[in-house]
C-alpha cells in the first residue's frame, strides 16, 4: 500500500520562475493538504483540497494555487518565485471526515537562488 | 487564527529518562491535537493523537495529557532510547466543515544521550 508520494524530491529555480510540485495521496485518502516548512520551523498550512476544489487556505498569497484531479492526486504551483520560497513542500492527504490524521510525504525540498 | 506554542526548542536526556514537551494554543474551539515525529531529512510522522474529549491518552513509552480549561498539552516519553531522538512537533485543529488545518509548534530538537 503506497503512502504519499512527492515529485520532485529536489528542485532548483531562480527568482520569477514558476514551478509546479506533485503529489500522489495515499490509497484511500480523497484530501490533500500543502505545506510549507522553512529551516528550523513547523510546517505552515497553505491550502487543502478536496473535491477538486480548494476547501480551506492558509495565509498564502495568490501566487500560491493548486489543483486536484479527480484521482485526488494534486499539484502545488508557485509563480514569481522570491528566495523566501526556499523550503520543504510537504504534501499530506487523509480522509474527508473531521479531524482525519494527516499522512505526509516526504517532500520537495525548493531552492530559489 | 490559531497559534501554537511549544516548549522547550531543545531537549536533552540520558537514555531511560522520560522527556516531556509542552504546547499550549490559543483557539478554545480547537478539539485536536496530534503530535508527530520528525528525523533529519524524513518526513514527519504521527505519534500519538488526542481529541478533546479526553484527557490523557497512552501508547506504549508515550503519552499525551490535555488540560482544555488551560489550553495546554503535553507529551510524555518515557524509557527513552537513542532512536527517540528527532524533531518533535505539537500541532492543534478545529473542525471546520469537515478536514482538518493543522497549526503546528515551532519544534522541538529532542536528543537523547547515550
Known amino acids: 500500500d503506497a503512502g504519499v508520494t512527492q515529485s520532485p524530491t529536489h528542485l532548483i529555480k531562480t527568482r520569477g520562475q514558476q514551478v509546479t510540485l506533485r503529489c500522489s495521496p495515499k490509497?484511500?485518502?480523497?484530501?490533500v493538504s500543502w505545506y510549507q516548512q522553512a529551516l528550523g520551523q513547523g510546517p505552515q498550512f497553505i491550502f487543502q483540497y478536496y473535491e477538486e476544489e480548494e476547501r480551506q487556505r492558509g495565509n498564502f498569497p495568490d501566487r500560491f494555487s493548486g489543483h486536484q484531479f479527480p484521482n485526488y492526486s494534486s499539484e502545488l504551483n508557485v509563480n514569481a518565485l522570491l528566495l523566501g520560497d526556499s523550503a520543504l513542500y510537504l504534501c499530506?492527504?487523509?480522509?474527508?471526515?473531521?479531524?482525519?490524521?494527516?499522512?505526509f510525504g516526504n517532500g520537495t525540498r525548493l531552492t530559489v537562488t | 487564527g490559531e497559534n501554537v506554542e511549544q516548549h522547550p526548542s531543545t531537549l536533552s536526556v540520558q537514555e531511560g529518562d522520560s522527556a516531556v514537551i509542552k504546547c499550549t494554543y490559543s483557539?478554545?474551539?480547537?478539539?485536536?491535537f496530534p503530535w508527530y515525529k520528525q528525523e533529519l531529512g524524513k518526513r514527519p510522522q504521527l505519534i500519538i493523537d488526542i481529541r478533546s474529549n479526553v484527557g490523557e491518552k497512552k501508547d506504549q513509552r508515550i503519552a499525551v495529557t490535555l488540560n482544555k480549561t488551560a489550553k495546554h498539552f503535553s507529551l510524555h516519553i518515557t524509557e527513552t532510547q537513542p532512536e527517540d531522538s528527532a524533531v518533535y512537533f505539537c500541532?492543534?485543529?478545529?473542525?471546520?466543515?469537515?478536514?482538518?488545518?493543522?497549526?503546528f509548534g515551532t519544534g522541538t530538537q529532542l536528543k537523547v544521550e547515550l
Open positions: 499530506a492527504s487523509s480522509y474527508s471526515s473531521p479531524n482525519s490524521p494527516l499522512h
Open positions: 490509497s484511500g485518502h480523497d484530501t
Open positions: 483557539d478554545s474551539a480547537s478539539n485536536y
Open positions: 500541532a492543534a485543529s478545529k473542525i471546520t466543515g469537515g478536514g482538518n488545518k493543522l497549526t
